[in-house]
């Protein structure tokens, strides 16, 4: 399973990577932003290892796509703009933009997320998902989502976009 990471970034990292051919923004985001983000700017980065998958489908309706689920708790992870992913010659790697309008909607949202609503999304998870479903997995993606919420909240306050980022 693969890794995710979050990162806040000025509206024109986003066109930087608007700007690259599909093929070479996912070599952008491993070899230039993660360096630089971990590095210098940790506080705009949010590590969600494996979790970003249950966390998605515990927020949307319990299955791996793009617009499944309600917004705004449905655009936590794969929402946005989808910047990198075709489901064919692109497959290797995701990368989506959320503007910092919706950010600032996702972090009221998350906000207010409660554990309880969030087992009671973890329970509609589909027979996709690569992990057996368990207590110890859910209290996994709940911590993570949990440190994740600093991280959008700061995003929103400066007023950053935020991207998801995962390699396949």
């Given at each position: 399973?693969?890794?995710g990471v979050?990162f806040?970034?000025?509206?024109?990292?986003?066109?930087?990577?608007?700007?690259?051919?599909?093929a070479?923004?996912p070599?952008?985001?491993?070899?230039?932003?993660?360096?630089l983000?971990?590095e210098?700017?940790?506080e705009r980065?949010?590590e969600?290892?494996k979790?970003?998958?249950?966390i998605?489908?515990?927020?949307?309706?319990?299955?791996?796509?793009?617009?499944?689920?309600?917004?705004?708790l449905?655009?936590?992870i794969?929402?946005?703009?989808l910047?990198?992913?075709d489901?064919?010659?692109?497959?290797?790697?995701?990368i989506?933009?959320k503007p910092?309008e919706q950010?600032a909607?996702?972090?009221?949202?998350l906000?207010?997320?409660?554990?309880?609503?969030f087992?009671r999304?973890y329970?509609?998870?589909d027979?996709s998902y690569?992990e057996?479903?368990?207590?110890?997995?859910?209290?996994y993606s709940?911590?993570?989502?949990?440190?994740?919420?600093?991280f959008f909240r700061h995003?929103?306050?400066?007023?950053?976009w935020v991207?998801f980022t995962?390699?396949?």
């Amino acid at each position: 399973m693969s890794l995710g990471v979050l990162f806040a970034v000025p509206e024109e990292t986003v066109e930087h990577i608007r700007s690259l051919p599909m093929a070479e923004r996912p070599r952008y985001i491993s070899e230039e932003l993660e360096e630089l983000y971990f590095e210098d700017y940790p506080e705009r980065t949010a590590e969600l290892d494996k979790s970003w998958d249950a966390i998605h489908r515990a927020l949307t309706d319990g299955s791996l796509c793009f617009d499944c689920g309600g917004y705004p708790l449905g655009g936590v992870i794969l929402g946005g703009e989808l910047l990198y992913y075709d489901g064919e010659e692109f497959d290797d790697y995701i990368i989506t933009a959320k503007p910092p309008e919706q950010t600032a909607r996702l972090t009221e949202e998350l906000e207010g997320l409660t554990k309880a609503k969030f087992r009671r999304g973890y329970r509609l998870i589909d027979e996709s998902y690569p992990e057996p479903l368990s207590d110890e997995d859910m209290e996994y993606s709940w911590e993570y989502l949990q440190d994740a919420v600093p991280f959008f909240r700061h995003a929103a306050k400066m007023g950053l976009w935020v991207l998801f980022t995962a390699d396949q």
